[in-house]
Every structure is written in C-alpha cells, then in structure tokens.
C-alpha cells in the first residue's frame, strides 16, 4: 500500500457528495486464497521435514516423543523452493493486476515466521524482484499509451478524489515545473536509475477510450502505530497517523501522502523514499525494520469517458463516471515466539505487539469462519488491533483476499511453523464476496473560472463616428494586446480629431485620467482589504489545521493510551485470574486437608471403640480369671478350714 494511501478497499472511495450508479450488488462468494511457498533450504541444515505430495498437498513429519508423525495441509498452491520469482508473479499477482484494471480491489499479504521469505517474496532483490516490482512494471506497460494527465484527478484527503479541469490540471503541472520540487506530494527523484522490467507483460484492457490514473501510498504499523513513509518533514521523526472511517465505513490512513506516479520508475522511486524513510527512522529508534508490517498500496482511477476538442486538447465534461481500485500489497512482520529468540527491552515490546497483530488477525478469520458456518453474528474484532482495522472492508466484501504462506522447512522451524500453516489452511474457510467494480458519478471541480471571452473591440469607424463625450469603454484582451493598442491609438487620434489640439481636449482627457487614478486607488484599496481578509482568513486557517493536527495527535495519543490500557488490563487480568488460581488451589488444599482430618477423626474413633471393646473383653475375661481363682482360692481355703476345724475336733 505503499501507495499514498486510502486505505480503502473499495473502488467506492469517493467524495461524500458523489453518488454511486451501480452499488456492488454481488453476493458470490469466494473463499480466501492461500498459496504456500517453501523456502530453498540452507547448507547448515540440509534436511527438510516437508514434502510436497502434490500442487495442492504438503506433508510435515514431526517426531514427538521418538514417534514419527505425518500431517497433511491443504492449499490453493504450493511452490516448491524451485519456484521463480517470476511463475509466482504469473500465477497469484497476475490475476490481482487484471482485477486492479478492471475495476476490482485485493489484498495480498504474505504470512511466516522470520526468515522464511516474505519480503522476498513480495519485494524481491535487485537482480530478483518480487511480486510488487513486476506489478508496477506490468500496470504502466498496460496502460501506457492510455494515462490521464497528471493532476486532472486529485486526492480529496478524505479516501476519495476530486476531479479538475484540464486548465486546472496545467496551472499545478506548471506549479511542478516552477518551483522544481514535485508538488504536490512526489517524491524527489532519486539518483540511481532503476532499470527493472518484467519482459513487457501487460494486461489486455477491455475499453480503449479510458483513461486512468496510478496513485500510491506506502505506510507501515509498528508498535501498533501507523505511519506514513512518504510523508515529507523535516525531521527523521514520522508521524503517528490514525485510521479514519469515511462517509462510505471504509478504513482509511487519515493524511497520508498519495502520490500520483506517471511511470514504473517514478512508482519504484516513491518506495525506495519510503524505505530509505524507513531505515532512517528506525537507526533513530533502535529498531528493526522487518519488525513491521509494510502496506504498499497501489490506488487505479479510471475515468470511462474521453473527450477531446477540435485542437485535440482533453475536455473534461462536468460530470465524470469514474472507477477507483486498489491493491494492497502487505509483507507481515514475521511471527515468533519470544521465548526461542530470548529477546529483551525494544526487542520484547516489538515481538509482542507483533504477536498481538498477528494473534487478532487470527481471531478475526476465526471469528468470521464462526460466523459463517453456525450463521452467528459475533462481533468481530478488528478494532482490537491497527492491521486488522485497517483491513475489515477486505473481509467484509469489498475485495479479494489473498496470503502467501512463507515456509522454511527447517526442522529447526518445525514447531513454529506448525502454528503457521494450521492458521493458514484454516483461513481458507472464510469466505469474501467477490469484489464487483463500482463506476461513480463525479463532478468536476473547477478554481479557475472560465476565461470570458475577450471582448472584441468593435470600434466602427472612429474617426467618422465617435462620440467625443463618451470615450468608449475599452477591454484589455491580452491575447490580442496588438489589436488593442491600435484601437487606444485609434480612439486617440479620433478624440484629438474631434477636439483638436486645444485646451478642451486636454483638460477632457486629464478629467479622464483623474476619474481612471481615481478608480484605480478606489481598487487598490478593495485589492489591500481583500489582501487582508485573506491573509485573515489564512490565519484562520492555519490555526484551525493546527487546532486539527492537535486534536488528531492527542487521539492518536489517546488511542496508544487505550491500547496501553487494554494491554495492561489484560495483564492485571491475567494476574487476578493466576491469583484466583492459586486462591482456589489453596481452598482445595484447605478442603483435602479437612477432609483428611474428617477421616483421620472418623478412624481414630473406630480405632478407640475397638481398644475399648478389646479392654473391656480383657476386663471381663481377667475379672472371671480372678473370680474363678478367688472361687478356687475360697474352696482351698474351705477345704483348709474344714481340715483344720477336722483337726481340732480330733
Ligand atoms: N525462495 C527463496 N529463494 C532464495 N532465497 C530466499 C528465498 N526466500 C527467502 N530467501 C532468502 O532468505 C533470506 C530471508 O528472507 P526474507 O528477508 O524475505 O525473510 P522474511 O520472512 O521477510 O523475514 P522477516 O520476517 O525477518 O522480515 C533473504 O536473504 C532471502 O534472500
């Protein structure tokens, strides 16, 4: 998107007060298309752990615990690590081009972890380029010969554009030309000459009388904030920018620079400013450049009517039907897990954001996969992060959507990977609505009046018929400032005729020329009044865009405030529920432990009534012992008794 962005998908983005002929009323559907693309393997790890069965099936073997296992993943295609830069452009980004001119918008972004191709894929190297190269070779190979003049059409700032007249349109092509910086909005040329071409493909056009316009923005979110890299300031520091819904709901870049580009080389300069942006802002922050997702984004305006006047000079007629798509093209940050590249401070900040993107683009193709299958209307959280806000007109029918999945098949990678490919081959479930091309009534806007046409200076034959005391009234033409200084000199030499070199004359004309001093100074003074209201009012202006640029950095700030917030609530939720977690460990505990000592009691008592029981049987069997030995002792000591009481008797 790299392209002077509106974001907005849709070829809808227009100005408020336009109206739409033809409203997307299609309903087809189509599924997200996602493409896998393996990395070739390096020397340090030659063996793989995928297999390409098929163009549509990969196999991964992953051995957990000693066991192998085999999983199989299913895509629209797969290209082999022997893939072309070039096969990949025909088959995915192709068909997008051939959208783009006809009216239709896509989204392609490529998807993986570090490392595993994406930016290869998508931007290529100098001696390979990727997708987003051949695609801009191949736009202006297409409409070469059928290009509108610059600045006919001009970006409203508001997600649509504004069309003006072709005498408009010069007055800012001279403006460009005057004060040699390309206004506005372009960007300066580079030095290098950038000699790419991807062997003169072209799309076909279908109607030869239309003319169309290239725009691009190219910005890029990091930290979860947006910002534009084509912006022009002074300093290294870019600007925060918020995403804006226009009047149609669709998402938008508010501010960011579009850049209206004539030529494949002008396109490549635009991205190059933007990366160079890129790597100036982040030495300053101490970061990393691929820790960002990138949107170069790829804006067509078509108008389908073409006139031309006698001198063969372009007439736009008062109202325009015009035509605007868009493809974004998005090189995601590479997903990772924070643990495996131990990272710190920034490092740490950047690899969770990255993470909490990625993992809200995850919910969002899960949660719309829901919605689809059980007919739910759950709401959908694309606000939750900036990628998936910037991108909900995508998934809510208003262009195709389309993912590279990159794949290194390191077995080092594996684990990583795994996560990958699962998210990738479910959001093949979510179903978009085919994107429909959507013409729009436009009307010209006009600043530079009409000329009127210069009055001719019909003066009859002056010396025969002039009125000597009524000077005629003489319009300044300057297109014919020869035939108006013959007619000043005819008037003169009729009024002199008629009034002779005398007094009378001289006096009629030194009253004129007082009354034309008069009128002048009377002007002048209207000329300094208006000077001043303007000035006044460009005062007021000024300030009322400061007071602007204010409110739209404190919501910026606001909104960073908010996600802070959210992230730190999450934090303090996860904490609460981790303490509710060990809160209700302890109460488990606690209730083993009663219970424990429930039973402990319960076999203590049993065990004491049986002692007791065991007692009391030893008491009663020992009483009877000595009973039965006191029995036995009395019965002795009778026996003695008797003996004795025997004796005595004796
Ligand atoms: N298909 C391929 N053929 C040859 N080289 C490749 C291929 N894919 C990637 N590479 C090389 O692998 C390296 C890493 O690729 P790249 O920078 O595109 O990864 P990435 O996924 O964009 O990483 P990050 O997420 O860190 O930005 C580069 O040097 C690139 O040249």
């Given at each position: 998107?790299?392209?002077?962005?509106?974001?907005?998908?849709?070829?809808?983005?227009?100005?408020?007060?336009?109206?739409?002929?033809?409203?997307?009323?299609?309903?087809?559907?189509?599924?997200?298309?996602?493409?896998?693309?393996?990395?070739?393997?390096?020397?340090?790890?030659?063996?793989?752990?995928?297999?390409?069965?098929?163009s549509q099936?990969?196999?991964?073997?992953?051995?957990?615990?000693?066991?192998k296992?085999?999983?199989?993943?299913?895509?629209?295609?797969?290209f082999?690590?022997?893939?072309?830069?070039r096969?990949i452009f025909?088959?995915?980004?192709y068909?997008?081009?051939?959208?783009?001119?006809?009216?239709?918008?896509?989204?392609?972004?490529?998807?993986?972890i570090?490392?595993s191709g994406?930016?290869?894929?998508?931007?290529?190297?100098?001696?390979?380029?990727?997708?987003?190269?051949?695609?801009?070779?191949?736009?202006?190979?297409?409409?070469?010969?059928?290009?509108?003049?610059?600045?006919?059409?001009?970006?409203?700032?508001?997600?649509?554009?504004?069309?003006?007249?072709?005498?408009?349109?010069?007055q800012?092509?001279?403006?460009?030309?005057?004060?040699?910086?390309?206004?506005?909005?372009?960007?300066?040329?580079?030095?290098e000459?950038?000699?790419?071409?991807?062997?003169?493909?072209?799309?076909?056009?279908?109607?030869?009388?239309?003319?169309?316009?290239?725009?691009?923005?190219?910005?890029?979110i990091?930290?979860?904030?947006?910002y534009?890299?084509?912006?022009?300031?002074?300093?290294?520091k870019?600007?925060n920018?918020?995403?804006r819904?226009?009047?149609?709901?669709?998402?938008?870049?508010?501010?960011?620079?579009e850049?209206?580009?004539?030529?494949?080389?002008?396109?490549?300069?635009?991205?190059?400013?933007?990366?160079?942006?890129?790597?100036?802002?982040?030495?300053c922050?101490?970061?990393?450049?691929?820790r960002?997702?990138?949107?170069?984004?790829i804006?067509?305006?078509?108008?389908?009517?073409?006139?031309?006047d006698?001198?063969?000079?372009?007439?736009?007629?008062?109202?325009?039907?015009?035509?605007?798509?868009?493809?974004?093209?998005?090189?995601?940050?590479?997903?990772?897990r924070?643990?495996r590249?131990?990272?710190?401070?920034?490092?740490?900040?950047?690899?969770?954001?990255?993470?909490?993107?990625?993992?809200t683009?995850?919910?969002?193709m899960?949660?719309?996969?829901?919605?689809?299958?059980?007919?739910?209307?759950?709401?959908?959280p694309?606000?939750d992060?900036?990628?998936?806000?910037?991108?909900?007109?995508y998934?809510?029918?208003?262009?195709?959507?389309?993912?590279?999945?990159?794949?290194?098949?390191?077995?080092?990678?594996?684990e990583?990977?795994?996560?990958?490919?699962?998210?990738?081959?479910?959001?093949?479930?979510?179903?978009?609505?085919?994107?429909?091309?959507?013409?729009?009534?436009v009307?010209?806007?006009?600043?530079?009046?009409?000329?009127?046409?210069?009055?001719?200076i019909?003066?009859?034959?002056?010396?025969?018929?002039?009125?000597?005391?009524?000077?005629?009234?003489l319009?300044?033409?300057?297109c014919?400032?020869?035939?108006?200084?013959?007619?000043?000199?005819?008037?003169?030499?009729?009024?002199?005729?008629?009034?002779?070199?005398?007094?009378?004359?001289?006096k009629?004309?030194?009253?004129?020329?007082?009354?034309?001093?008069?009128?002048?100074?009377?002007?002048?003074?209207?000329?300094?009044?208006?000077?001043?209201?303007?000035?006044?009012?460009?005062?007021?202006?000024r300030?009322?865009?400061?007071?602007?640029?204010?409110?739209?950095?404190k919501?910026?700030?606001?909104?960073?405030?908010?996600?802070?917030?959210?992230?730190?609530?999450a934090?303090?939720?996860n904490?609460?529920?981790?303490?509710?977690?060990?809160?209700?460990?302890?109460d488990?505990k606690?209730?083993?432990?009663?219970?424990?000592?429930?039973?402990?009691?319960?076999?203590l008592?049993?065990?004491?009534e049986?002692?007791?029981?065991?007692?009391?049987?030893?008491?009663?069997?020992?009483?009877?012992?000595?009973?039965?030995?006191?029995?036995?002792?009395?019965?002795?000591?009778?026996?003695?008794r008797?003996?004795?009481?025997?004796?005595?008797?004796?």
């Amino acid at each position: 998107m790299f392209a002077a962005t509106k974001f907005t998908p849709t070829p809808r983005r227009l100005r408020r007060e336009k109206t739409t002929i033809s409203s997307s009323s299609s309903t087809e559907k189509q599924p997200v298309f996602v493409y896998c693309r393996l990395k070739p393997l390096n020397n340090e790890e030659p063996t793989s752990c995928m297999k390409v069965l098929s163009s549509q099936e990969l196999a991964v073997t992953q051995e957990v615990k000693g066991t192998k296992k085999e999983l199989c993943y299913k895509f629209k295609h797969i290209f082999t690590s022997y893939t072309t830069q070039r096969e990949i452009f025909d088959h995915i980004a192709y068909p997008l081009l051939d959208d783009l001119l006809h009216g239709k918008n896509g989204l392609l972004f490529t998807y993986g972890i570090t490392g595993s191709g994406k930016t290869y894929t998508l931007t290529g190297e100098q001696d390979n380029p990727g997708i987003m190269p051949r695609c801009i070779d191949t736009i202006f190979n297409s409409i070469e010969a059928h290009q509108a003049p610059k600045y006919i059409l001009k970006p409203d700032r508001m997600n649509g554009f504004e069309i003006q007249t072709e005498d408009d349109a010069m007055q800012d092509r001279f403006h460009e030309v005057r004060t040699g910086n390309r206004t506005p909005k372009t960007p300066r040329r580079a030095q290098e000459k950038i000699n790419f071409t991807n062997d003169g493909v072209s799309i076909p056009l279908t109607n030869e009388k239309t003319l169309y316009s290239v725009f691009v923005t190219y910005v890029e979110i990091y930290n979860n904030s947006v910002y534009d890299l084509l912006e022009e300031c002074s300093g290294v520091k870019l600007q925060n920018k918020i995403l804006r819904e226009d009047s149609r709901r669709n998402m938008y870049v508010n501010g960011v620079t579009e850049v209206e580009v004539k030529s494949a080389q002008e396109a490549f300069e635009a991205f190059n400013a933007g990366q160079r942006r890129k790597k100036m802002a982040y030495t300053c922050l101490n970061a990393e450049s691929s820790r960002s997702h990138s949107i170069f984004n790829i804006r067509v305006v078509q108008f389908e009517q073409e006139t031309y006047d006698s001198k063969g000079k372009l007439v736009i007629p008062e109202t325009n039907v015009i035509t605007i798509s868009q493809l974004s093209l998005v090189d995601l940050a590479g997903s990772e897990r924070t643990n495996r590249t131990q990272n710190t401070g920034v490092r740490l900040k950047e690899a969770s954001s990255i993470n909490n993107s990625l993992m809200t683009l995850r919910t969002c193709m899960e949660m719309l996969r829901e919605n689809q299958r059980s007919k739910a209307n759950k709401v959908v959280p694309y606000r939750d992060s900036k990628l998936t806000y910037l991108f909900k007109n995508y998934f809510e029918g208003d262009g195709s959507v389309q993912m590279i999945v990159c794949i290194n098949p390191s077995v080092r990678d594996l684990e990583e990977n795994l996560h990958v490919l699962k998210f990738a081959e479910m959001s093949q479930d979510v179903k978009v609505i085919k994107p429909e091309p959507v013409p729009t009534v436009v009307t010209t806007k006009r600043t530079i009046k009409k000329p009127a046409t210069p009055a001719r200076i019909k003066m009859p034959a002056l010396s025969t018929h002039i009125n000597c005391s009524q000077i005629p009234l003489l319009k300044l033409d300057l297109c014919a400032l020869d035939e108006c200084e013959n007619m000043i000199n005819k008037v003169y030499t009729s009024l002199k005729q008629c009034y002779g070199t005398t007094d009378k004359f001289d006096k009629q004309i030194t009253v004129q020329a007082d009354e034309v001093r008069r009128r002048i100074v009377t002007l002048d003074k209207e000329n300094i009044l208006s000077k001043e209201e303007v000035q006044r009012l460009q005062l007021m202006g000024r300030k009322l865009h400061q007071k602007l640029q204010r409110r739209d950095a404190k919501i910026a700030m606001l909104e960073e405030e908010k996600v802070g917030q959210a992230m730190k609530q999450a934090e303090l939720q996860n904490v609460v529920s981790n303490l509710h977690n060990v809160i209700d460990e302890k109460d488990l505990k606690l209730n083993q432990n009663k219970l424990d000592k429930e039973k402990t009691k319960q076999r203590l008592a049993v065990h004491s009534e049986k002692m007791n029981k065991e007692l009391d049987e030893k008491l009663r069997r020992q009483r009877e012992h000595l009973a039965a030995s006191m029995k036995a002792k009395e019965i002795q000591i009778q026996k003695v008794r008797e003996a004795l009481n025997a004796e005595v008797i004796k």
